[in-house]
């Protein structure tokens, strides 16, 4: 005795009315075909559905349906990551706002000023802590320290001012070695 093997196929779908199938349909070609075939109008051959199934899975017009699926999940799944990663980035945002308010709130409330002395007040030097930063960097410095998204903010923005600052440095000596020479 021959064991008859499963083949799970997902894209079949059948038309049952009262218990009774009324047809097998592709969903995959109802979707993505380019033109219409046995499976997007319905096979009613039940009497070999088995051999018109396994003709229908190798045809050419199926295996550019299942291309043409794929393609599309794809981009799907890519499009949900961009927009996951959107709304992340929003939100951290949002969270950086209000924390900054919060500071910008107490430090009103306080009659306290924002700044310190010019000279190391930029994000360049934050990362030295023996420095006085002003009182508005120097609140955001606590509480970054135990919240996570401000923490990355700010590793980011001092990384960023530093890079400014070696840029400018680097324009600066050339303009001097330019002047120099002329
Ligand atoms: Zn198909």
Redesign the pocket.
């Known amino acids: 005795m021959v064991m008859s093997e499963k083949i799970p196929r997902k894209?079949i779908t059948i038309k049952i009315i009262c218990n009774k199938a009324q047809a097998v349909y592709?969903s995959?070609?109802l979707a993505f075909?380019v033109c219409e075939?046995t499976?997007t109008t319905g096979s009613t051959n039940f009497r070999h559905m088995h051999s018109v199934i396994k003709i229908?899975e190798n045809?050419k017009?199926?295996i550019s349906?299942?291309e043409a699926y794929l393609r599309a999940s794809k981009n799907q799944s890519f499009n949900n990551s961009i927009s996951v990663k959107i709304l992340n980035e929003k939100h951290n945002n949002i969270h950086i706002i209000k924390q900054i308010f919060e500071i910008i709130k107490f430090l009103g409330k306080q009659n306290l000023p924002y700044r310190g002395s010019n000279a190391t007040e930029t994000l360049s030097l934050f990362d030295n802590e023996n420095l006085n930063h002003g009182n508005f960097l120097e609140m955001i410095r606590i509480i970054s320290k135990n919240d996570q998204i401000l923490r990355d903010h700010l590793e980011k923005a001092i990384l960023k001012s530093k890079r400014s600052k070696d840029t400018l440095k680097c324009l600066t000596n050339q303009n001097r070695r330019e002047e120099v020479l002329s």
């Open positions: 894209w592709c995959i070609c075909a075939n499976f229908h045809s017009v199926h349906a299942v």
